[in-house]
Nanobody, 115 residues
Framework: QVQVVESGGGLVPPGGSLKLSCAAS????????MGWYSQAPGKQRDLVAA???????NYADSVKGRFTISRDNVKNTVYLQMNSLKPEDTAVYYC?????????WGKGTLVTVSS
């Protein structure tokens, strides 16, 4: 079983930055992969970025070059550094852990990009 808790969301102007955190209840090197997903009102939940146990990463085309996913195995935490934020990035961001063919979701953290 894995529990994940997101934090770091908030209100930021266009062009600004935020760093989201996802704290896991297990050592993340034991988790197959972890990822960040976004969901705006009335929209589907989409993959933003993912990182595997082996360290490979994957990004949505819309965030390549602006967002970076990383991990700290000592703190059991995965991060999403979000730079050059745009209003279209406004959404609830969810952290997901994948272990033994099961998904474990956090409750989400709201990111609002507005002037």
């Amino acid at each position: 079983q894995v529990q994940v808790v997101e934090s770091g969301g908030g209100l930021v102007p266009p062009g600004g930055s935020l760093k989201l955190s996802c704290a896991a209840s297990r050592s993340i090197f034991r988790i197959d992969d972890m990822g960040w997903y976004s969901q705006a009102p009335g929209k589907q939940r989409d993959l933003v970025a993912a990182i595997t146990r082996g360290g490979s990463t994957n990004y949505a085309d819309s965030v390549k070059g602006r967002f970076t996913i990383s991990r700290d195995n000592v703190k059991n935490t995965v991060y999403l550094q979000m730079n050059s934020l745009k209003p279209e990035d406004t959404a609830v961001y969810y952290c997901k852990a994948h272990l033994n063919f099961r998904d474990y979701w956090g409750k989400g953290t709201l990111v609002t990009v507005s002037s």
